[in-house]
């Protein structure tokens, strides 16, 4: 009786019967989504784990095969650099050829200068506006270039196939340096290629995914190629035509300086009849200039006169207003004399400022006129001095006769214009 006491006396929850149900209806709903979230993850799971099995396997594959298409370009610019790294070896060993034959044509040059030079230098003692850089000065020139020039333009081009060697092989070196970095590379790439998942030697590597410093884009590696190899064939161009003007220049020397005599002679004559034109012009200037000045002074003296004449009409016309201004009262009228009396000074004043005016127009033109004769003077000193020197470099010139072309000259050049064809033609089979 004391135990039921007890137990009753204890407080216990008590839940309806619906509590009961709902709980159990609760705890086996919740046990069916949580299953079927399970079976939802297991299958998403299984689909990731195929997904990233499948895109790891292209990944790869296409990688390989990206590698193996960049392993192919690699090896396309490679041939492209081999091929014009040996034509620009062909190119400078025929330059070299070229230059050694410009070389030996300059050491069998030795013509006479005295003569042009000597008219160069009398023609450099002309003075002021008379050391004209006229054609016949440039014949000369081109006779002393012709002649003794002929060294200098041979030489010229010896220098400048020596330059042009240095060029090329810059050049070259170039397209070395880019044809071992392309090797290396494709070394690189195969190596990469021929890895994979089995490989012993793959690891981690700490920040793979970095852009390494200096990187390029591919149509900048491109273009790099593209621009050492139009280089090498714009040199190579460029090489190739100074071999042909070294040829035509060996060839045409010769021929070049009878043709250069008779033009720089041809020249002089013609000069020698400008000047004398030029100074008969300048006579004839010279007289009618002094009959200008003359001239002018007259008029300078009859305007000078003029001015003179105006003075005392001047003076009249102002004594009169003044003495009228001592008119009483109202006889200080503005009448038709006061008009006229002051415009008649204002007629007069400009007058004399005009004839003033005209007549520092007159000094000028014949301090002009002055300063222009005593110019045309000097230039007539200028124009004999030239005259005379130039006639004497026709006297000297006198002296001048075309040498006879020997037969080892002949030989030589036969030799040089054979050797010049042969080596354009090879160049173009080559």
Not at 128 to 133: E, G, H, T
Not at 298 to 316: A, F, H, T, V, W
Not at 412 to 427: E, G, P, V, W
Request: hydrophobic letters at 30%; glycine letters at 0%; charged letters at 30%.
């Amino acid at each position: 009786m004391s135990i039921s006491t007890d137990v009753a006396s204890k407080p216990v929850t008590h839940y309806a019967p619906s509590d009961w149900h709902t709980n159990n209806h609760l705890l086996s709903t919740n046990a069916e989504k949580l299953r079927e979230n399970s079976h939802s993850q297991r299958q998403q799971a299984r689909h990731l784990r195929n997904e990233t099995d499948n895109r790891t396997s292209w990944g790869i594959h296409d990688n390989t095969t990206r590698l193996s298409n960049r392993i192919d370009d690699i090896e396309n610019w490679r041939q492209t650099l081999e091929r014009t790294l040996k034509d620009i070896d062909e190119e400078i060993s025929k330059l070299t050829a070229d230059k050694d034959l410009a070389e030996k044509a300059l050491e069998a040059k030795a013509l006479p200068l005295d003569v042009a030079i000597e008219c160069l230098t009398y023609r450099d003692s002309r003075r002021s506006i008379d050391v004209v850089d006229d054609k016949a000065n440039s014949e000369l020139q081109k006779e002393v270039v012709v002649i003794d020039g002929i060294k200098e333009e041979l030489q010229a081009k010896i220098s400048a196939a020596f330059e042009q060697l240095c060029v090329l092989q810059e050049a070259r070196q170039q397209l070395a340096a880019d044809l071992r970095h392309k090797t290396e590379a494709k070394k690189i790439d195969t190596y990469c290629h021929d890895l994979s998942i089995n490989s012993p030697d793959i690891c981690y590597q700490p920040n793979s995914t970095r852009t390494p410093k200096g990187s390029v884009t591919p149509q900048t590696w491109e273009d790099f190629s593209r621009y050492n190899k139009q280089r090498a064939d714009a040199e190579m161009t460029s090489s190739n035509r100074l071999r042909e003007a070294i040829h035509s220049t060996i060839a045409q020397t010769d021929n070049d300086l009878e043709a250069q005599r008779q033009a720089s002679e041809f020249a002089l004559r013609k000069r020698i009849h400008e000047m004398k034109s030029a100074k008969v012009e300048h006579e004839w200037q010279k007289k009618n200039t002094e009959e200008e000045i003359k001239e002018m002074e007259n008029d300078i003296r009859n305007l000078e006169q003029s001015i003179r004449d105006k003075e005392n009409p001047l003076k009249l016309a102002m004594t009169r207003l003044e003495n009228r201004t001592y008119r009483p009262n109202v006889e200080l009228c503005r009448d038709n004399a006061q008009y006229g009396l002051v415009n008649e000074v204002h007629e007069i004043q400009d007058s004399m400022k005009a004839l003033k005016n005209k007549l520092k127009d007159a000094h000028n033109a014949r301090d002009a006129l002055e300063k222009q004769l005593y110019r045309i003077n000097q230039d007539l000193e200028l124009k004999n001095n030239s005259l005379d020197l130039d006639n004497k470099c026709m006297q000297d010139r006198q002296r001048l006769t075309t040498p006879a072309v020997s037969q080892t000259t002949k030989n030589l050049a036969t030799f040089s214009t054979d050797r010049a064809l042969y080596t354009a033609k090879s160049s173009l089979y080559a």
